[in-house]
């Protein structure tokens, strides 16, 4: 990243990681003992809510500078909430 134009923002994420956000909802929700539990808006409340069900981030930026992802976005999560269990044990 020293190389990339200061204050620009870049996606560090794995072109072949894809995950919906309910999945990604679910795997944070099972690691922290509880369950998500998903409601449909009324007609309302939809005038605020994102009907986006996916979200995808762009690499490209940083793929540029020369990285590459080594690991899924399911590992990559276990790995960042078991590093945030135990703070002073992460290691990359």
């Known amino acids: 990243l020293v190389y990339a134009k200061s204050g620009?923002?870049?996606n560090v994420a794995d072109r072949n990681s894809?995950?919906?956000l309910k999945d990604l909802a679910d795997i944070l929700a099972e690691r922290a003992h509880t369950r998500v539990v998903f409601e449909q808006?009324?007609?309302i409340e939809k005038s605020g809510y994102s009907v986006a069900t996916r979200a995808t981030l762009d690499p490209t930026k940083i793929e540029k500078l020369g990285w590459r992802a080594h690991?899924?976005?399911r590992?990559?999560?276990q790995k960042t909430l078991e590093c945030l269990s135990s703070y002073n044990t992460?290691?990359?």
């Open 41 to 43: 808006p009324d007609i």
């Open 18 to 20: 894809d995950i919906s």
């Open 8 to 10: 620009e923002a870049i």
């Open 71 to 73: 690991t899924s976005i």
């Open 90 to 92: 992460c290691t990359p």
């Open 75 to 77: 590992e990559g999560l």
